[in-house]
């Protein structure tokens, strides 16, 4: 018995995009240089079609978390409070 829905071509397509930009985050890859041949290779005749990869994985948080931690302490700079 199978439960939910069987994988779909779109799915791999999807996972691999996604898996793709994600993994080139972490090489500290030009994604402004290669987001190009991405686009082409995936078909899309638009970079607008191609945004719709960016997402926010799980294994890639930790990441940009590191990445922007920096800019977060400046923008929201730690409260401390003192215990009454």
Do not use: C
């Not at 638009?46 to 945004?51: C, K």
């Not at 800019?71 to 409260?79: A, H, K, T």
Request: net charge negative; glycine share 4%; charged share 25%.
């Amino acid at each position: 018995m199978i439960i939910g829905n069987s994988a779909r071509v779109q799915d791999f397509r999807h996972g691999y995009a996604v898996h793709r930009l994600n993994q080139w985050v972490k090489e500290g890859e030009n994604i402004q240089a290669l987001y190009p041949y991405l686009s082409a290779y995936m078909g899309h005749s638009s970079f607008v079609y191609t945004d719709y990869y960016l997402s926010l994985v799980e294994d890639i948080y930790p990441e940009l978390e590191k990445r922007l931690s920096s800019v977060n302490n400046d923008i929201l700079p730690e409260v401390y409070h003192e215990e009454e």
